[in-house]
């Protein structure tokens, strides 16, 4: 119980630096903004219907969260660059 606890925890503060940095790259506009905008849309898609099947296939709640967490870790790394 405390694991998923801490997951869910973990993954909104680091959603929040996520979208920190997202913002600060659309601010900025241009072609990088752009791309980002179309990135960010694509992600969440795939994401969304990724974690449904897991769900639909037995994936235990936490498990997908643990996903959402190394997806969100991945987009901090590539926008601090």
Known sequence: MFGTWYNLNMLA?????????????????????????????SEKMDAASQSSLRLAGGASFDSVVKNYRKKVRANARRLTR
């Not at 503060?13 to 849309?41: I, P, T």
């Open 13 to 41: 503060l680091e959603s929040q630096q996520v979208v920190f940095l997202r913002m600060m790259k659309l601010a900025s506009g241009g072609q990088d903004a752009q791309r980002e905008a179309a990135l960010m849309m």
